[in-house]
């Protein structure tokens, strides 16, 4: 896989894609007939389990090795085998071109220096043609030759050759991508694939295997800034050793290293190798293993980068992104990614189209709800955590992922935007500075991906309290936020089971409310308060205590003004029937006092509005205040 | 062939052993004795820092070329390995193989090496088995995936495969999968060959001709392992053999070629 094993000058990996039936399978057989790169007897024995099954011969049978494939004619799974021209060792990739196999087209394109793209001549341009095409891009293959297949169907005419290719070149130019050289052949019987052919005189330019000699191997950059993300932590005869692999640049000893997201630095003490000669640099495509000045706990997921040019940390970005799976990728829904060691979940909170299904041309981003089977599309992800990533454009390695869904990789993307709330960590020691000994509330609300607030519910018994605050809480939650609802069950019976209802005691009563409420906001939590909190001082308390020490979390205030009457009608728990019956002693509206705020944040008569309404409007103030 | 290639080689191998090793608890490492698992064996200690954090697994038919199992004791002793041996007792005590003349090569294969793992595995319980198999061995194996899940019986479904790519793959499971890693898979007969030379690694002799002209290419049971015809005397005249051959690789081992899939169904079946 590139970059590491097509790394040496004389190799090239390349892969031969396109529609089904377009004849991948039989250039490469052809190809390596005609190079004298099959075994003795290789030959000779596909013949004659041809001869013994009463079928034609196929060049395809060389690559085509299940028997489903053989039965069927058709590539089903991608295939890998060795040959060499004079110029340099190849690494052939067959890739099927059937709809239903993208899975594995992509698995063996993705690892490819260069591609050849066959299209029937007879058929012309077709959909898989198109969508390989797309693919190839994605996966960053950006060599391509156009092979024009079977041109004895079409009289080997010229005429035909220029249009097919000329269609097709003229759709890869849309995509950014230039095609090499365009060729006519008839891959069975070997026109222009190793040797010149005799039917086609009008045609002066390069065989195939003059066009694959053409590709250039991929020349690793060692001077792209250094990305070495941690695989794994070996304590080995009692040393640290961090084991991973070189993405990008190069790392030195005595080099200082800053790990994201820990945010942690240290310089390199040794770069490890069994067996090996003392090693004082690494880079692009290396395992090695490195142990710091400095014990550090850092674990698998860091990104070990240069102090000046750090990749960026972000609980947002948009790429592209390749759908392979069954099940649609879906918006709303939550997956997990696996980017370089990273693994992390995230939800996916756009989608917009870049491709027409029908078409395969380039559209704008029509906005969509999902992305089914072998589509592509621009897709925004919100992570929980922060996460580290680089722009595709940037560092490749650090800037693709693949997704995973219900325990399969389903999908694949490469980074174009890493969202408004990235934090590039630049080279002033202040940005990288890590605060010691206490996590800030920055980072925290980082992670949970939004802030902590606290929503104050007050109101007559039956204003509804209770029912708008676990609405809410619902709603906030379905949003992969972290919100908690307080309310008389969890602290008259446990935090304040010693109290009682006297003003006192419910004084005592909403301070430990705002006490606890504090402490779960300053974690970050969104926490809704449910009480009907009847004296204007204990609100002003309340309200107070949270703002004790410049602690900068938004109160607010929701005055549920339902009128009494219908308070009194609904009764939820009975308790209006108690008190007039004098059962129940100190109720509020009854027989004890409720005191408006003179300035609530909300204000909100639910006799007027039904819940989801309601609900909205404490959401319309709230989230503003909390978004990051 | 440059050395940087084989160093990208390596370097691909170790980054699939670690991590196989971080995703996995209960891994073993299947050692064949043969050149290609001693390849793997050794890229498993340049991963580990000099060791090899798993048991090594050797799947004895007890029709093994002798010399073969005195080369294995050495090195496990040499290299303070963790060897685990599995043998199908059942079918060695009623004698029901190839050898005896009461099973086709094939059948022999399955009960002796397949079935043989398929208990070691279901008694110790591994969840990952890293196997030395190469894409340019044959046909079918130049299909597999470096993570390869297989059914709980060992079955590979060849049609169906996960997809692999950017250096990410298949790493999580429903419980009860068992799961093939495949770090060689990238490498071809010839690699193997230059990186025993470069790194000294020592090899069973029954590789090299020992004056009869003749010389072992794939080491397996005796009586379906031929030699084949070479001077080759060491490592290096084996790599200058290799440039130039015609002769496939698995030529002289007789279960491939009983019938025209007769391999790819063993693999199938969970044969390595």
Known sequence: MPPAAGAAADHLRLVVVGHVDHGKSTLIGRLLYDTGSLFDGKYEQLVAIAARRGVPFEFANVTDALQAERDQNVTIDTSQIWFRTPRRQYVLIDAPGHKEFVKNMVTGAASADAALVLIDAHEGVQEQSRRHGYLLKLLGVDQIAIVVNKMDLVGYSAEVFERVSGEYAAFLAGLGVTARVALPICARDGDNVAGRSSQMPWYTGMTVLEALDGFTPPAPDADKPLRLPVQDVYRFDHRRILAGRVESGTVRVGDTLLFLPSGKQATVKTIERWNAPPQFSASVGDSIGITLGTQLFVERGEIASSLQSAPTQTTEFTAHVFWLGRKPLTTGRRYKFKLATQEFEGEIVRVAQVMDAASLEQVDGRELTMLAVDQVGEVTVRTRQPIVVDLHERVPNLGRFVVVDDLEMCGGGTIVDTGAHATLFAATSANITRSVGQVTREQRNIRNGHKGAVVWFTGLPGSGKSTLATALEQEIFNRGWQPTVLDGDNMRFGLSADLGFSAKDRAENIRRVAEVARLFAELGAIVITAFISPYRNDRLLAREILGREGLDVPFVEAYLSTPLDVCEARDPKRLYAKARRGEIQDFTGVSSPFEPPERAEIELDTSQFDLEESVGRVLEYLLPRVKM | ?272
């Open chain 2, 1 to 272: 062939m440059s050395p940087d290639h084989l160093t990208a080689l390596e370097n691909e191998s170790i980054h699939i052993l670690r991590e196989a090793y971080s995703k996995f608890d209960s891994l073993a490492m299947l050692w064949s004795i043969g050149k290609d698992s001693t390849v793997l064996l050794w890229l498993a200690r340049r991963a580990f820092f000099g060791h090899v954090p798993f048991p090594l697994v050797h799947i004895d038919t007890t029709y093994k070329i002798a010399s073969m199992i005195e080369y294995r004791d050495r090195v496990v002793r040499e290299w303070n390995l963790q060897l685990v041996v599995g043998k199908n007792e059942a079918v060695l005590a009623s004698g029901v193989t190839f050898p005896n003349g009461l099973a086709t090569r094939v059948e022999c294969c399955s009960t002796l090496k397949k079935d043989a793992l398929q208990q070691l595995v279901d008694q110790k319980k591994y969840s990952g088995l890293i196997v030395g198999v190469r894409r340019d061995e044959e046909p079918t194996r130049a299909k597999e995936r470096y993570f390869s899940p297989r059914s709980q019986t060992m079955e590979w479904d060849a049609t169906d495969q996960p997809p692999e790519f950017w250096n990410q793959f298949k790493t999580d499971f429903a419980p009860g999968t068992h799961i093939r890693i495949h770090p060689l898979l990238h490498w071809t007969e010839l690699n193997v060959w230059e990186y025993i030379e470069r790194e000294a690694i020592p090899v069973s002799p029954l590789y090299f001709d020992d004056g009869t002209g003749h010389r072992y290419r794939s080491l397996g049971c005796a009586p379906c392992t031929t030699p084949v015809a070479s001077t080759a005397r060491n490592v290096s005249e084996i790599v200058t053999e290799l440039r130039t051959t015609r002769t496939a690789e698995r030529a002289g081992r007789a279960q491939d070629q009983e019938s025209e899939n007769a391999f790819e169904k063993l693999r199938r079946d969970g044969y390595m």
